[in-house]
């Protein structure tokens, strides 16, 4: 009891996720036609694998970009409206040049742009940071449907070419795992940049600037380095990491969808989920991500394959309940000291 205990809750739900998973390995191997057989075959099947990968995408860089602002002291709450707006013009953008990576690139502007106008008001204006990121994602989800309406006559546009994959022979034939090669080139993108995200922050001066500035901005001020170029900084970077994210959701399917709450559909909000039960650490904002996107992928299986005699909708609730529940969990983690809070040059 003491040992459990001393796991804490998240180690203890770690304990308790994997005893269930193994479980129902054991009634898979042994009952495969039971429903917990079926279930068993949709964890371990390959497409799952590639389907979590995907949808992975959106939420992973979202998330990458919401560390860099937090981190330096600006709560970036509209990565929703950011993962929006690239959506739609890396969609339109490829849709007048024909090519996927200059909507992709084109994506990366219009998100950058919009993060940069946050940052102005944020930290120029010393607006409200948490009401402007909310007045971001309004603005991206009032934006972009009208854009589609404008042109295409409707909240969804046009079919435009989409993203291939690659597929790297022999390896892609690997059980379960050949999912990992056989993915599109912004799934590998995905990985390089939170392992690149991971050394920037705990390798390089930017990312110690960065983390003085969300720690301690008076003596990142002192040793001479700009608090406002930091931040800006970092809230850039926010813009173009939820950029490539927002722009890699669209082009992955080839159209924008602009209906409700478009085809982003919370996965921004689900990204600060993501990196603050990961506690600001790339890798685990990262391993958070494949959990919540690993459950939608099972959740659409599930609806598929009718596995259980329970309604669809209520199916559809399995990934949200999850990030409910782990929403619970994150009292543990650390919010930096100076986050939310406007700092002037040499103020006392």
Not at 31 to 47: K, M
Request: hydrophobic share 55%; with cysteine.
């Amino acid at each position: 009891m003491d040992r459990i205990r001393s796991l804490g809750v998240r180690g203890s739900v770690a304990v308790v996720t994997l005893f269930l998973l193994a479980v129902i390995g054991i009634i898979g191997v042994f009952h495969p036609e039971s429903n917990l057989g079926q279930l068993f075959d949709i964890l371990t099947s390959a497409d799952t694998l590639s389907s979590a990968l995907r949808l992975s995408v959106p939420i992973a860089f979202a998330a990458l970009g919401g560390i860099f602002a937090e981190k330096s002291g600006v709560i970036n709450i509209g990565l929703e409206g950011l993962l929006i707006i690239a959506a739609f013009f890396g969609v339109y953008a490829t849709e007048i040049t024909g090519s996927v990576w200059i909507g992709m690139g084109a994506g990366v502007l219009s998100s950058t742009l919009l993060a940069a106008l946050f940052g102005v008001v944020c930290i120029e204006f010393r607006a409200d940071q948490i009401i402007a990121g909310l007045a971001v994602w309004l603005i991206a989800l009032g934006l972009a449907p009208f854009l589609s309406q404008v042109i295409y006559n409707g909240p969804n546009t046009v079919s435009v070419k989409s993203l291939e994959t690659i597929t790297i022979p022999y390896l892609s034939e690997i059980p379960f795992f050949g999912a990992l090669f056989d993915a599109s080139p912004v799934v590998y993108l995905m990985f390089v940049a939170v392992a690149a995200s991971w050394y920037t922050l705990n390798r390089t001066s930017f990312g110690r600037w960065v983390i003085a500035s969300g720690e301690n901005p008076k003596a990142l001020d002192t040793a001479g380095v700009s608090v406002r170029r930091v931040r800006y900084a970092a809230v850039l970077l926010s813009g173009v990491l939820s950029g490539i994210g927002g722009a890699a959701l669209s082009l992955s399917l080839g159209q924008f969808i602009g209906n409700g709450a478009t085809m982003v559909n919370g996965k921004g909000f689900i990204a600060i989920v993501a990196y603050l039960f990961g506690n600001y650490n790339p890798i685990g904002a990262m391993l958070s991500t494949l959990l919540f996107a690993g459950l939608e992928a099972v959740q659409i299986a599930l609806q598929v394959g009718n596995v259980f005699a329970i309604p669809q909708s209520l199916v559809r609730t399995i990934p949200y309940l999850t990030v409910v529940i782990v929403l619970a969990l994150v009292g543990n983690t650390r919010v930096p000291e100076a986050a939310g809070d406007y700092y002037e040059s040499g103020e006392e």
